[in-house]
């Protein structure tokens, strides 16, 4: 609603400039805009979001709304539409096929500066989480396999970077909102409004919001197409994969306590259950698990709007954006709970980290470039069969000095590569 105003506001200093509007009518729709803007009006906003009519309703009511707070601001009784009408006034130069779909692309440019932010606070703390665990030596793990050592902070920092990455897309793909169609009116062939109308509004826009807007170089392509939603939404999706994977690996590492990994330990959130006294739930990844479903089911809902797109308009705008708004809202509040209530008092178990190292038959990779393969693979297969370390085996079967040995299978030395072999 609030966008939807930021767009009136525009289209009146538009109206103004290019002779349409004189300026005390121009004066008082913008005042009535900002009103709403500040939420003085927002209880007299009741239409649902989801609707027929490609937003319609939407956009009468702001017209309504602003044209009697107008007349107010003029000295007039609500109602007395001769003097500011919502549609011939307020709607001026304007559809609901245009203004509408600019209104939610202005939402999502801001609903993205907020969202990217809350991520932002998110991958700080797995970065913090690295610091602390730089030093915490565990066993890496492919198929879900003993693999080769490294640190937990090489973990952490993995989870980082790994989120790092959504910062670009969702910025590359909200500024494909800034490309709006104000001007084009009911279809994109500019019928009612005048020349040059379609890009003063949106410098105007621009001017006004602090966002790039610009008027799109195909008004009638840029009426029926919904490819930005589309596209935003994958990344918001793609986002969501993201976060539910690593809260997968957080519910893995903090299995147990005595029967599964117990690397790291979440704060306790819900100890118990209803009936088994020593557990300890974690329910907070889980809630970010359901979270990143959803996120994932609202834009099969996009693909579906998005498709059901026929000639010249998308009538089905407004379900297409309300799964979009509440994906971020999800994101966002879901972000700020993993973050608060679980990321940043995360504990390691560091001995027993270290101990499933020391024990592990995995270590025997890094035996490959010394004594070879299939070597190393009779010494794992021998070390799993007999219960023996690979380091005892190695020393038994007089493979290799003990002095080489230390050095090889030294966990440290084991996280990077090295400089030769």
């Not at 915490?136 to 396999?145: D, E, F, I, N, Y």
């Not at 973050?339 to 024990?359: F, P, S, Y």
């Amino acid at each position: 609603i609030k966008a939807l105003a930021y767009v009136k506001w525009a289209a009146a200093e538009t109206n103004f400039t290019l002779g349409l509007l004189d300026e005390n009518l121009k004066d008082a729709i913008v005042k009535a805009a900002k009103e709403v803007i500040s939420g003085m009006f927002d209880n007299e906003f009741p239409v649902d979001m989801i609707q027929g009519g490609a937003g319609t309703s939407t956009n009468m009511n702001i017209n309504e709304v602003i044209a009697n707070r107008a007349l107010e601001i003029l000295g007039h009784k609500k109602g007395e539409y001769q003097f500011c009408s919502p549609n011939d006034h307020v709607n001026l130069s304007q559809s609901t096929n245009d203004a509408y779909p600019t209104a939610i692309q202005l939402t999502l440019v801001n609903s993205n500066v907020t969202l990217t932010k809350h991520l932002e606070k998110l991958i700080a703390s797995f970065r913090n989480k690295s610091v602390e665990f730089k030093h915490v030596l565990k066993m890496g793990r492919t198929q879900l396999q003993d693999a080769v050592p490294m640190t937990m902070g090489q973990e952490f920092e993995a989870f980082a970077a790994n989120l790092g990455e959504e910062i670009d897309r969702l910025n590359s793909n909200a500024a494909l909102f800034h490309e709006i169609n104000m001007g084009g009116t009911a279809i994109g062939t500019g019928l009612n409004a005048v020349k040059g109308y379609a890009q003063l509004c949106a410098e105007n826009l621009a001017k006004i919001t602090g966002h790039p807007f610009v008027s799109a170089p195909n008004l009638i392509e840029a009426t029926n197409d919904t490819g930005a939603y589309v596209i935003y939404s994958s990344a918001l999706k793609r986002m969501a994969i993201k976060i539910s994977k690593i809260c997968n690996d957080l519910r893995l590492l903090s299995s147990g306590p005595r029967t599964g990994l117990f690397e790291i330990n979440l704060p306790p959130m819900q100890p118990g259950s209803s009936i088994m006294p020593g557990k300890v739930n974690p329910v907070i990844p889980e809630v970010m698990n359901q979270v990143c479903y959803k996120v994932i089911g609202n834009d099969l809902t996009v693909t579906m709007g998005a498709e059901a797109g026929q000639l010249q308009l998308n009538v089905m705008e407004p379900v297409i954006v309300y799964a979009i708004i509440d994906s971020m809202a999800l994101l966002t509040n879901g972000m700020n709970t993993l973050r608060e209530k679980c990321i940043d008092g995360i504990t390691a178990n560091i001995d027993h980290c270290r101990k499933m190292v020391l024990n592990s038959i995995g270590v025997v990779t890094a035996l490959n470039p010394y004594i070879g393969y299939k070597n190393s693979t009779k010494i794992a297969k021998e070390a799993l069969e007999t219960g023996k370390s690979v380091y005892d085996l190695i020393l038994e079967h007089a493979i290799l000095p003990k002095e080489q040995l230390d050095e090889i299978l030294n966990p440290e030395n084991m996280l990077a590569p090295k400089t030769k072999l």
